[in-house]
């Protein structure tokens, strides 16, 4: 029933005049940008909620001093009403309290975007990583046809005609080296990921990631289903960590994806 439902909202959509459904698309891509603002907007203002609890301190020891003055003025009769004292502070509160809750408030922003940029740089250096070893993976592959096998099964792949002969063994071994070098080097700088949800996760597969690539490269004798075996393996691995270090910016990066699905869908214009 829901196929049927389903084949029934596709075959509509496609009877729609292509001026209609242009702008029905564009409709949908503003309303989903609304609410992106929305959320952004709200992820700032809890931010700013976590830099209000720094200010719990200055806070108690404002309301301790104006129960002083307070007192001070109620024995000194100038004051007649608790408001009295707080009309007279109120100066005070507005810059120590206000002040200190922008302050914070910009140095929790800038230094949330002094850990995304660190991030960023460091999944980019897996993604660079992980290009790499696509190109040398290309060393191994004939046709088309195997390398759609090898990316459904590269673990399984026995078929000697999938590699081709006379494949350079100590170029190879360079690159496994190279490979090594970078990773013990991404391995070194995991800990300034701090926004990494599985952070310590990914530190220990990463660290199984550098004694494999030891051990392989310590074997004296490795054909060359063994190294496509690797080169894979490692690159199925690598792929995965850089996925895995989007995590702050993955909501962002999942709402972009259905923008372009809205923008296939209608079929809408660029203009």
């Known amino acids: 029933m829901l196929n049927k439902l389903q084949k029934l909202y596709t075959s509509s959509l496609a009877r729609i005049d292509p001026k209609l459904s242009n702008i029905i698309g ?24 976590l830099s209000a609890g720094s200010l ?9 001093f104006y129960i002083i003055v307070q007192l001070w003025g109620f024995t000194n009769e100038k004051y007649s009403s608790w408001l009295d004292g707080l009309w007279d502070m109120k100066a005070t509160f507005i810059t120590t309290i206000g ?15 002094a850990k995304l940029k660190v ?10 990583v ?17 390398i759609n096998d090898l990316n459904k099964e590269y673990a399984r792949i026995q078929n000697k005609e999938a590699v081709q002969k006379n494949i350079d063994k100590s170029e190879l071994d360079l690159k ?18 701090e926004l990494a949800v599985d952070q310590k996760n990914i530190q220990l597969e990463l660290s199984y990631l550098n004694s494999e690539i030891r051990e392989f490269i310590s074997k004296p004798t490795a054909t060359d289903t063994n190294y496509l075996y690797m080169f894979n393996k490692l690159n199925f691995s690598i792929h995965t960590i850089a ?11 999942d709402r972009k994806q259905k923008y372009c699905k809205i923008i296939e869908k209608y079929k809408i214009n660029k203009e």
């Open 99 to 113: 002040i200190g809750l922008v302050s914070l408030s910009v140095n929790e922003q800038n230094n949330w975007r």
């Open 176 to 193: 496994l080296k190279i490979l090594l070098e970078i990773s013990e080097h991404l391995l070194e700088k995991i800990n300034f990921t």
């Open 243 to 253: 996925n895995r270090l989007s995590s702050p910016w993955r909501w962002d990066k």
């Open 56 to 64: 719990t301190v200055t806070t108690i020891f404002l309301l301790l």
């Open 130 to 146: 992980e290009q790499v070893m696509s190109d040398i993976n290309r060393t191994f592959l004939v046709d088309q046809q195997i």
């Open 26 to 49: 564009k409709m949908k891509l503003l309303w989903m940008k609304q609410i992106n603002y929305i959320i952004r907007i709200l992820r700032f203002f809890k931010r700013i909620a």
């Open 119 to 128: 991030q960023y740089g460091f999944r980019m250096a897996f993604t660079s």
